[in-house]
């Protein structure tokens, strides 16, 4: 079955220290990997994206996330938080050359202290 | 750059009435998906057109009901609201999979 896991549900880290969020994912075909976060109360905003080609993207805001096809795993990953990166964070797997639906891991909360 | 319009932005409506959400994809976005996220939850896909034809289709109660009409725009039906139907309400568009996904910033309907 395909599915996204999100080990963590919250994450407390202190502003500039370094972040890495979990992601695994279970999928038949080749997968589309995503990162999106979420501020209370608002939309889903695209961090980055993993289609082919180099493992390691680099997204907005100073992030990246790493695909390792063998543990299945798309980490995001930030050298240096700030408060503003406070927020919840959604890792979805899609098709590959397919319109299919984005699933999405059950999320990270971030919390960030000063 | 043109993004996923929705409408409204939230919306209260009471048990047992009837919503409407509208969702406009980006211009030249062939596909369409709907998402429900309740409170503290991940999004739940729902239902998804292509070419104005159903595609797939998940988690969506028999009460709720959705087309894609001939200029591409999205509507989801939702009648005898309950309370558990309060939720952000998320479209969102793409061309093919290659392009992402670019979701609108969602409709927030509270069931009174």
């Known amino acids: 079955a395909q599915s996204v896991t999100q080990p963590d549900i919250h994450i407390t880290v202190s502003e500039g220290a370094s972040l890495e969020l979990r992601c695994n994912y279970s999928?038949?075909?080749?997968?589309?990997l995503f990162w999106y976060v979420q501020s209370p109360g608002q939309g889903l905003q695209l961090l980055l994206k993993?289609?082919?080609?180099?493992?390691l993207v680099q997204g907005i805001k100073g992030f990246e996330a790493e695909f390792k096809r063998s543990q299945s795993s798309f980490n995001l990953r930030k050298p240096s938080v700030h408060w503003s990166d406070a927020a919840e964070y959604f890792c979805?797997?899609?098709?590959?050359?397919?319109?299919?639906?984005?699933?999405f891991g059950t999320g990270t909360r971030l919390q960030v202290f000063p | 750059a043109a993004g996923v319009i929705q409408s409204p932005r939230h919306l209260i409506k009471e048990k047992r009435e009837t919503a409407t959400l509208k969702c406009y994809p980006i211009?030249?976005?062939?596909?369409v998906y709907w998402y429900q996220q309740g409170p503290g939850q991940d999004p739940q896909f729902l239902i998804s057109?292509?070419?104005?034809?159903?595609?797939d289709k998940g988690s969506i109660p028999d009460r709720f009901s959705a087309q894609q009409f001939s200029d591409y725009h999205s509507e989801l039906n939702m009648s005898s609201l309950e309370l558990g139907d309060s939720a952000l309400y998320f479209c969102?568009?793409?061309?093919?999979?290659?392009?992402?996904?670019?979701f609108g910033s969602g409709t927030r309907l509270t069931v009174v």
């Open positions: 993993y289609f082919s080609g180099d493992t």
């Open positions: 057109f292509y070419e104005k034809m159903q595609s």
């Open positions: 211009p030249r976005h062939d596909t």
């Open positions: 969102a568009s793409t061309f093919s999979s290659e392009y992402g996904y670019t």
């Open positions: 999928y038949g075909a080749t997968p589309y």
């Open positions: 979805a797997v899609g098709a590959f050359y397919n319109t299919d639906k984005l699933i």
